[in-house]
């Protein structure tokens, strides 16, 4: 909510039923929460995965993202994978059902091409396969906390409230929400956050528009349109398509006067939904005008939310700094590798793009994972890892958040039956060991 308040009201104490005890408690089902989730529960660990939403996967399946990127990096123009493990069989599982393409060439990288409701359905098959519990359309807002440990979080389903005990938390939230329940320091500085963007997929477009319309030939497009008096925030875009005459538009820019919309406002966020909605109209109709092959294009769908890049970034024991990034850094406790670029999308109608030496990759430090201080028994995986500002803008892509909460979950899992209260002591050899054999790639 807002910052500002006008007044306080007390609650009265209140029991709370404990309503299960764990082993692992995962909040947030997007990539990195399925990640963990599975991770840990094929370690034999009795998991359960809190999700707010109605289905698993996130920002990949919510905002109906349609890509999936930092699989790969090319060598000589030919894609080499750098993620493996859970995310390779998303994929594969995808491929098989006809649901999914790849890896296709895009700019210096290479993507998956998939589709949004597709992975719903096969992440729920793996969740279900993996022996996880999950409970959506529940919300962690709270928690039980007892010498430098998280004893229990309270849950929220509409107006009911009930616990659950449990040993190990990981916060795949996104937006750090444990983390900060939990008075781990965190960033958010909304004058340098990325923009959020609305997505959307275009149906009825004429077969084979994108063989000829590169990110150039669109840009000069909808310059056009600017130029004819539509004020459209952005003209660099990404289109990729699945299917014929499906094609799915990465290309608004959702502000807040000169800056990104507080996510954790709820006033601004509200008001970001109804502009991203606005825009999806919008642009409908510039690129009906102005893009060939658009001319009867309509909006199939739209995402059921709009897209945060960025909101809390949780101080972690290392933060990843965008030196490490674009020199390929090496780190001994490795638990996932990344060649995404620096991916900005700042202010400006374009978007900033810092690309690594051809070839190269960075790894991702375990202490990324682990809160610099506060409960020791909490890690964090996916979007909100300890990251400076570049550095988040290449490792919060798809395929590396599913690593993250790949190892964050094997990781929470290996303290339970080491009898390691605190996870971050971990043996990160063990960890990096039982990765390998679970086919995760650490370079
Ligand atoms: C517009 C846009 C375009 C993008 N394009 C691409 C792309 O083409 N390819 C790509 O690979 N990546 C892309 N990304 C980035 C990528 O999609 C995300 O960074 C990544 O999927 C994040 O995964 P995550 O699991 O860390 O978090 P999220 O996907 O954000 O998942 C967090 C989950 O936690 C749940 N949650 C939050 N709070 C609570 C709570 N208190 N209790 C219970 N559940 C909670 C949420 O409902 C959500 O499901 C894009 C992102 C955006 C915004």
């Given at each position: 909510m807002s910052k500002i308040h006008i007044d306080e009201i007390v609650l009265p104490a209140r029991e709370v039923p404990v309503w299960r005890e764990v082993d692992i408690v995962v909040v947030g089902g997007g990539l990195a929460g399925v990640g963990a989730a599975i991770a840990a529960g094929r370690a034999g660990a009795r998991v359960l995965l809190v999700e707010a939403?109605?289905?698993?996967?996130?920002t990949m399946t919510a905002v109906t993202v349609g890509s999936i990127c930092g699989e790969y990096v090319l060598e000589n123009g030919t894609p080499r994978r750098i993620v493996g493990g859970l995310i390779e069989e998303l994929v594969n599982r995808l491929m098989a059902r006809g649901e999914a393409r790849g890896p296709e060439c895009w700019l210096q990288t290479a993507t998956t091409i998939y589709d949004p409701f597709a992975m719903r359905c096969v992440l729920d098959e793996m969740i279900h396969e993996a022996g996880v519990e999950t409970l959506m359309h529940t919300r962690c807002i709270d928690l039980d906390q007892k010498e430098n440990r998280i004893t229990g979080l309270v849950l929220g389903f509409r107006s009911q409230l009930f616990a659950v005990r449990c040993r190990q938390i990981i916060d795949c939230t996104g937006d750090g929400e444990v983390a900060a329940l939990a008075g781990v320091p965190w960033e958010c500085d909304l004058e340098h956050l990325q923009m959020p963007s609305a997505m959307f997929r275009f149906g009825g477009v004429a077969p084979?528009?994108?063989?000829?319309?590169?990110r150039a030939a669109l840009r000069a497009r909808l310059e056009l349109a600017v130029a004819e008096g539509m004020d459209l925030p952005r003209t660099a875009g990404g289109l990729f398509s699945l299917r014929d005459g499906m094609v799915h538009a990465n290309v608004t820019r959702l502000e807040h006067g000169a800056r990104s919309p507080d996510p954790l406002s709820a006033e601004e966020m509200t008001a970001t939904e109804i502009e991203g909605r606005r825009q999806v109209k919008l642009y409908e109709s510039a690129f009906r005008r102005f893009v060939p092959g658009f001319e009867k294009a309509f909006v199939a769908d739209a995402g059921s939310l709009a897209g945060i890049r960025e909101s809390r970034r949780i101080c972690g024991r290392h933060v990843l700094t965008a030196d490490e990034v674009l020199r390929g850094a090496k780190s001994d406790t490795a638990i996932a590798c990344s060649a995404w670029p620096v991916e900005d999308h700042g202010a400006d109608r374009k978007t900033r793009w810092v690309w690594l030496e051809p070839g190269s990759y960075y790894q991702v430090p375990f202490g990324c994972l682990v809160p610099e201080r506060g409960p020791g028994n909490l890690l964090i995986a996916g979007?909100?890892?300890?990251?400076e500002h570049d550095a988040h803008a290449s490792l919060r892509v798809g395929a590396t958040c599913m690593a993250m909460g790949q190892a964050a979950g094997l990781a929470a899992a290996i303290a339970i039956d080491d009898g390691i209260?605190?996870?971050?002591?971990?043996a990160i050899d063990k960890l990096q060991a039982r990765l390998t054999a679970d086919q995760a790639f650490l370079g």
């Open positions: 939403q109605g289905f698993l996967g996130g084979g528009t994108l063989d000829t319309l590169d979007r909100c890892v300890s990251a209260a605190a996870v971050g002591a971990i």
